[in-house]
């Protein structure tokens, strides 16, 4: 496919070693190693480097200004960082844009996140806005049992499906070695688990974990200029939407951040390139089977390495959906690779209920000069 | 397959914090209201819509709401769920939950749903299904906030 128009290079990636509670390391281990991992898989060193940028979340974190501690091992010491208290997918379109800049050539994006560390419902009841919701107690488990009841009037789901769902995504995720380990629940488990917030059944929720994730970014000046490196991916496009804080049904039923961002995405992408592969980051097997429906993702396969269901800390999720996007592009998934993956999109979401999403379309390497 | 690391030590620590939310202008209005017994939305002459809650400005026109009208006593649940875990609310669980468009107004307001019996789930998730009509029942003791209030089935 002929490019006319600036890309962003992917020159490694790096995951932490998932697990659902990392008290082997502290916050400050946990991103210095992830970092310094993709450095060494882009095969750059840190002084090489002109940009940072973060995503991450002081609250999950336990310090305010979380970043000021957490700079430096994810290599910004006198460097130009920035952060989002976002998404780590979001600090992505945000790198994305910097590379795209022409004032930056290389950079690392980098995003974590230790759930495991503190009480996120109480964390989540605090992010509702105070007058009208907090006070109630509103929390994560409410807003995505509104959500859930939402999508399965607009598209008519079935509770085989989902348990069905729910099973298969836990069959991939026990294929990739990336994810945290634990068993496959039949669809009789899924469907006999009790509710958490009806609809949704706790087997239906992807269980949190604690993890980290990290990508060595480079312009096409810094490409031009450093003919011994190599890219093992291209970002053609990012887009993101965020949706109404409202939660009546039509805001709910709709997911339109998602179906925003995507449409964003694929028309900076340009061209129209089959998309082989899916990653979707799934607070709860509903978001999958809503998003299946209203994205065009024809016949990508979906999350083959289980998505959020493999791994999910919260904050970095949508950023390690990036990274398995880039690894199956590259055809270094392993166990859940894809055959002949040209083109994956990885889809985030963040917000109550789907408010918002990131989309970031992966293309393999080749491409540039196919 | 990653497998889980052998674990440290934990310092564990507690952060208490404390914050005065200025109310403002128009929640102020609304807070008022709920003490009088009304439920107020505010309004924008622009586009015509009446939110609750009430906004300071309109979403769809980006101009200050102007206005203020009182919310129906009676409205139709948008979304809702019955809450069984994991839930740091003000009530003990099971509990019912809806977002409830008044009648008269262009969006919808939480509260819980009162009256509903939570010990049948699949019974209570289909009483509160959406479309279903409630009104709003004030609390004795109001005290400007939003738990001032709740709603009950028609039919309880």
């Not at chain 1, 919701?133 to 939402?150: I, K, M, P, S």
């Not at chain 2, 622009?46 to 203020?68: H, K, N, Q, T, V």
Request: charged letters at 25%.
């Amino acid at each position: 496919m002929p490019r006319s128009r600036p890309t962003v290079h992917v020159l490694g990636v790096a995951l932490a070693d998932a697990a659902q509670r990392r008290d082997d390391v502290r916050l400050e281990e946990l991103a210095y190693r992830t970092a310094r991992a993709a450095l060494d898989d882009a095969g750059v060193r840190r002084d090489e480097l002109d940009n940072i940028t973060l995503g991450a979340s002081d609250e999950l974190d336990g310090r305010p200004i979380s970043s000021m501690l957490l700079a430096a091992p994810s290599g910004g010491y006198l460097k130009d960082e920035i952060r989002v208290t976002n998404s780590g997918a979001t600090a992505l379109g945000l790198a994305v844009a910097r590379h795209l800049s022409g004032d930056f050539g290389l950079g690392l994006v980098a995003s974590w996140c230790k759930p495991s560390k503190t009480d996120v419902p109480t964390v989540m009841n605090s992010r509702w806005e105070p007058f009208f919701h907090r006070d109630l107690g509103l929390d994560a488990a409410v807003a995505e049992g509104l959500f859930a009841q939402a999508v399965s009037a607009a598209h008519d789901l079935q509770e085989d499906e989902l348990h069905q769902r729910t099973h298969d995504a836990m069959r991939r995720a026990r294929e990739n070695p990336r994810a945290v380990e634990r068993p496959v629940a039949s669809p009789e488990e899924i469907a006999s688990s009790g509710h958490v917030s009806t609809p949704v059944r706790s087997r239906h929720v992807a269980e949190q974990s604690d993890g980290a994730a990290c990508l060595v970014l480079a312009s096409d000046a810094w490409m031009a200029g450093h003919p011994e490196h190599r890219a093992i991916a291209t970002i053609p496009g990012v887009g993101w939407s965020t949706d109404s804080y409202r939660l009546d049904r039509e805001r709910l039923g709709a997911t339109a951040s998602a179906t925003a961002a995507w449409a964003a995405a694929l028309r900076m992408a340009g061209g129209d390139a089959p998309v082989d592969v899916v990653e979707l980051e799934t607070p709860t097997i509903f978001h999958e089977a809503a998003l299946t429906r209203v994205l065009p993702i024809g016949v990508a396969r979906v999350s083959p390495s289980g998505g959020t269901f493999a791994q999910n800390p919260l904050t970095a999720a949508g950023l390690v959906g990036v990274v398995e996007a880039v690894l199956q592009v590259s055809g270094r998934a392993g166990p859940v690779q894809v055959p002949d993956v040209r083109r994956a999109v990885a889809h985030s979401s963040n917000g109550f209920a789907h408010q918002g999403s990131v989309v970031t379309v992966v293309d393999a390497a080749e491409r540039l000069a196919a | 397959m990653s497998t889980e690391p052998a674990a440290r030590p934990v310092l564990h620590q507690e952060l208490t914090l404390s914050y005065d939310y200025a109310i403002g202008e128009v929640a102020g209005t609304f807070f008022d209201g709920l003490r009088d017994g009304k439920i107020l939305a505010s309004t924008c002459s622009a586009s015509d819509l009446a939110y609750l809650p009430p906004r300071a400005y309109c979403e769809r026109s980006f101009e200050p709401c102007d206005g203020w009208t009182e919310a129906g006593e009676e409205g139709v649940i948008e979304a809702s769920t019955v809450v069984v875990r994991g839930f740091e609310g003000k009530r003990p669980t099971p509990v019912a939950i809806a977002f409830v468009r008044l009648d008269g107004v262009d969006s919808a307001i939480a509260n819980y749903v009162d009256g509903v019996d939570c010990s049948d789930i699949d019974a209570a998730v289909a009483s509160i299904a959406p479309g279903t009509r409630v009104r709003v029942a004030f609390a004795e003791e109001r005290e400007g906030r939003i738990t001032d209030f709740s709603f009950e089935l028609l039919d309880a």
